[in-house]
């Protein structure tokens, strides 16, 4: 078996939800660079981009990454709640993380961007609280959830 193979098996969910990652960005970018394109403001085009990309995420996370393969209306609609709250939830997060770590420090420029590094490690929390709560709350099993 290949290395490649190998990561695939051992790590599959993991890579997935890196590259799903990926394809999420491009959406949330794409959808609001289209909302500006056609007049709708910044303001309400970074809001429209962003539930964009929660729903194209869900998507994803619920048949590539997680294997959720259950099309029961009140499973599915179990999951949507629960993925749109938590990505509500990670929001306040960074919402209430950023600018705490501006003002501990992390305001340093990169990229030519100020207050890039505090971005950054938002971000990070950002995507670690979205993959625990998709894996053990959003796409668990009835079966797990019951025992």
């Known amino acids: 078996m290949g290395?490649?193979?190998?990561?695939?098996?051992?790590?599959?969910?993991?890579?997935?939800?890196?590259?799903?990652?990926?394809?999420?960005?491009?959406?949330?970018?794409?959808?609001?660079?289209?909302?500006?394109?056609?007049?709708?403001?910044e303001e309400v085009s970074n809001v429209l981009s962003w539930v964009c990309g929660v729903v194209f995420a869900f998507i994803v996370n619920k048949w590539i990454v997680f294997n959720s393969k259950t099309l029961k209306p009140k499973e599915v609609a179990r999951e949507v709640v629960f993925f749109f709250g938590s990505r509500i939830f990670t929001l306040v997060v960074a919402v209430i993380a950023f600018p705490v770590l501006i003002d501990i420090g992390f305001d340093q420029e990169l990229f030519g961007t100020p207050g890039m590094v505090a971005k950054i490690i938002t971000s990070v929390i950002e995507i670690v609280l979205n993959w625990v709560l998709s894996k053990y709350l959003v796409f668990r099993s009835k079966k797990a959830r019951t025992q």
Do not use: D
Request: proline residues 0%.
């Open 3 to 41: 290395k490649i193979s190998y990561l695939m098996m051992v790590h599959r969910e993991a890579i997935m939800y890196v590259i799903m990652g990926g394809f999420t960005t491009l959406v949330t970018w794409a959808s609001y660079a289209g909302f500006v394109h056609f007049g709708v403001s």
